[in-house]
């Protein structure tokens, strides 16, 4: 037992070293210093450490309302691992004891490295990433009732690492990404590339929180997300063309996505121009296990393939589900690859992909049905689709991928730009919210009526205005002469009573 006691420091040590390794940096500390004192309420300025809930390893939840707050070195990010958790599970649906992360300062929703979170949890499955050099952990107690189960509460131990423009890797389950500099204004001449890889078997979703970047530039009188000088661009998997979901400026948000599996990357550029006054862009992403199903969030876009997980090994897969959102008009799939095994002798009734368009499988619905391994692109009509596949005996040989991108129509559904008004000879930008954004522009035409040249709708107003003040001024005469016609009554009145006394 003396010997289990002192090999699980040593263990802890030599994992955290190997995390910094291999991430590039250097072992900046000793052992001795790698645990912090049982405390609450505290901030930390360090680079390493170890923290456990009050009382650890008996949790009370009425004395356990806590507040960490982590500082690091400037230029450094912090990563953060559990080394136990168990907190009392949810009561109808709420935790009554509960860690929340946040991303910085404890400011706000925006600030979310994940939501509050209880129970018991595999240790590996929300490890986080900070976006800069600060973190904050808050410990949640809601009641002094004493449970009749023991908890533990939690241990973790967090260490910093530098934060890379080009090049940056996340692996823990979770995490904030952020362009250079933010929240302040982006430098120019950037080319930053995060790659996204969690643990084999995760999928996760990536969602925007904050996004300012410069808007797209106008050529050949057209304004087009191709033409950003500054642009985001995210990827599934590979940095190829086939596998970009989008490429997003602008001061609005992109759209919340789906992964297929446990890479993705992020693209940030810059142009080579002064100085920019936008501040770029705060991203989260959270991993999760799939079912053999997969996970499906309802995003606008995302990515379509069988988990490789124990579920799935050398079984019948059979799936069905539909991916609908309303931010767009319609869907592009395309697909990615096949494995060499699937599809080899065409379709039967236990080998086939079908995506309906809509959420029906009739016949007159079935968009394609997939007996071949050709990668090409198809448009759904609507903002709905139908998926049913059937894979024998699956294996990674007979698995496949392919992306849904949702893409909006030119038919005016939501106006970003709320605040500008149309006038003559304005023209308005209609941009859209889906994640491939299709700017319009719209002339806006001058105020006529009934079609009538504008010289004579201005006629027309201009009329009516005299009419109606010529209208106004007559009733306030008409009025004013009946209010002297009373009072010229009334002083005769009194007149004729004087000379009766």
């Given at each position: 037992m ?12 030599l ?11 250097s072992?900046?500390?000793e052992?001795e210093?790698?645990d912090?004192e ?6 930390i300025?360090?680079?390493y ?18 507040k960490?707050?982590?500082?690091t ?5 912090v ?8 907190l ?7 935790c ?14 925006n ?9 018991r949890y595999?240790l ?6 900070s ?6 952990i ?12 023991v ?8 260490y910093s690492k ?14 904030a ?15 930053c590339?995060?790659?996204i ?6 999928i996760f ?5 904050e996004?300012?970047?410069?808007r797209?530039?106008?050529?050949n009188?057209?304004?087009s ?6 642009y985001?661009?995210?990827y ?8 970009r ?8 948000k992109p759209?919340?996505?789906l992964s297929?599996?446990?890479i993705?990357?992020?693209k ?7 100085l ?11 991993a999760?296990?799939?079912d053999?199903?997969?996970?499906h969030?309802?995003t606008?876009?995302?990515a379509?393939?069988?988990?490789v997980?124990p579920?799935?090994?050398n079984?019948d ?12 008009a ?11 095994d ?18 029906y ?18 448009n ?12 024998e005996?699956f294996?990674?040989?007979r698995?496949?991928?392919f ?23 304005t023209t ?23 079609g ?6 201005i006629?027309?107003?201009?009329g009516s205005?005299?009419?109606g ?10 009025i004013r002469?009946?209010s ?16 009766s006394?």
């Amino acid at each position: 037992m003396e010997k289990l006691v002192f090999i699980m420091p040593v263990l802890a040590y030599l994992v955290l070293a190997s995390d910094i390794m291999d991430e590039g940096s250097s072992l900046e500390f000793e052992l001795e210093d790698f645990d912090i004192e049982k405390r609450c309420d505290y901030a930390i300025k360090q680079n390493y450490g170890k923290i456990k809930s009050p009382n650890y390893p008996f949790f009370n939840p009425s004395n356990s309302s806590c507040k960490y707050v982590i500082t690091t070195r400037e230029g450094k990010v912090v990563a953060w691992r559990w080394s136990d958790f168990d907190l009392p599970p949810k009561v109808f649906g709420h935790c009554r004891e509960s860690v929340t992360a946040y991303d910085g300062q404890v400011l706000g929703i925006n600030q979310y490295l994940f939501t509050p979170i209880c129970g018991r949890y595999s240790l590996n499955s929300f490890d986080f990433t900070s976006s800069g050099n600060q973190l904050s952990i808050v410990l949640h107690a809601k009641t002094n009732q004493p449970d009749i189960e023991v908890y533990r509460g939690f241990s973790a131990y967090f260490y910093s690492k530098p934060y890379r423009c080009n090049n940056m890797v996340y692996r823990t389950a979770s995490g904030a990404i952020v362009s250079p500099h933010f929240p302040l204004a982006y430098p120019p001449n950037q080319d930053c590339i995060y790659k996204i890889q969690v643990a084999p078997g995760m999928i996760f979703s990536l969602n925007f929180a904050e996004f300012a970047l410069g808007r797209p530039a106008k050529r050949n009188n057209v304004s087009s997300v191709e033409n950003c000088d500054d642009y985001v661009e995210v990827y599934e998997g590979l940095m190829d063309p086939r596998h970009r979901y989008f490429r997003h400026c602008g001061l609005y948000k992109p759209p919340q996505i789906l992964s297929g599996g446990n890479i993705a990357y992020i693209k940030f550029h810059s142009s080579k121009s002064a100085l920019s006054l936008y501040t770029g862009f705060r991203a989260f992403y959270s991993a999760a296990y799939p079912d053999k199903c997969g996970l499906h969030y309802g995003t606008a876009s995302g990515a379509m393939s069988i988990p490789v997980i124990p579920q799935t090994d050398n079984v019948d897969i059979e799936c069905q589900f539909v991916v609908k959102s309303r931010e767009v008009a319609y869907y592009k799939i395309r697909w990615l690859s096949f494995g060499i095994d699937i599809f080899k002798h065409g379709c039967d009734k236990n080998n086939y992909i079908e995506i309906y368009d809509g959420f029906y499988n009739r016949k007159d619905k079935l968009l394609t049905k997939k007996c071949d391994r050709k990668l090409e692109e198809i448009n759904t009509q609507y903002n709905e689709m139908l998926i049913r596949f059937k894979i024998e005996k699956f294996n990674p040989t007979r698995n496949f991928k392919f992306l849904y991108i949702g893409v909006t129509d030119n038919t005016v559904k939501v106006i970003t730009d709320k605040n500008q008004t149309c006038t003559t000879k304005t023209t308005i930008v209609y941009r859209y919210s889906g994640p491939e954004i299709i700017s319009r522009e719209v002339t806006c035409k001058p105020f006529t009526i009934a079609g009538l040249p504008v010289w004579a709708s201005i006629l027309i107003v201009i009329g009516s205005s005299i009419a109606g003040i010529a209208l106004l001024v007559g009733g306030y005469c008409v009025i004013r002469r009946r209010s002297r016609s009373n009072e010229s009554y009334g002083r005769l009145s009194r007149s004729s009573s004087d000379g009766s006394i």
